[in-house]
């Protein structure tokens, strides 16, 4: 089966860098677009960016020009490399991605676990 685990996630003070990875493991035949998604406390869970298979980018206006999402398709991982951290980033992020298995003929979407990020001021 396929999944999705987060990792990279910690503690840092504003201002500060963290960058986030996400790996997809299991009987992967293809994988298209790749996204990264964040959940505040007391919030809904948003999308803040995504990038197809052939690396085109796309950011929402809270983080764009501080974040980078970027993928390695050999590795079947995905990064989101996060600058200039305040405190309102602190959330739960979520990788996300559409995946379809080998030996089928269709895409699922598939979520990660979440890894946390507390950025303090």
């Known amino acids: 089966q396929v999944h999705l685990v987060e990792s990279g996630g910690g503690l840092v003070q504003a201002g500060g860098s963290l960058r986030l990875s996400c790996e997809a493991s299991?009987?992967?035949?293809?994988?298209?677009?790749m996204a990264w998604y964040r959940q505040a406390p007391g919030k809904q869970r948003v999308l803040i960016a995504d990038?197809?298979?052939?690396?085109?980018?796309h950011y929402e206006v809270p983080v764009k020009g501080r974040f980078t999402i970027s993928r390695d398709n050999a590795k079947n991982t995905a990064y989101l490399q996060m600058n200039s951290l305040r405190p309102e980033d602190t959330a739960v992020y979520y990788c996300?991605?559409?995946?379809?298995?080998?030996?089928?003929?269709?895409?699922?979407?598939?979520w990660g676990q979440g890894t946390q990020v507390t950025v303090s001021s």
């Open positions: 996300n991605a559409d995946i379809r298995e080998t030996r089928t003929a269709f895409e699922r979407n598939y």
């Open positions: 299991g009987r992967i035949g293809h994988i298209g677009t």
């Open positions: 990038i197809t298979m052939a690396g085109l980018t």
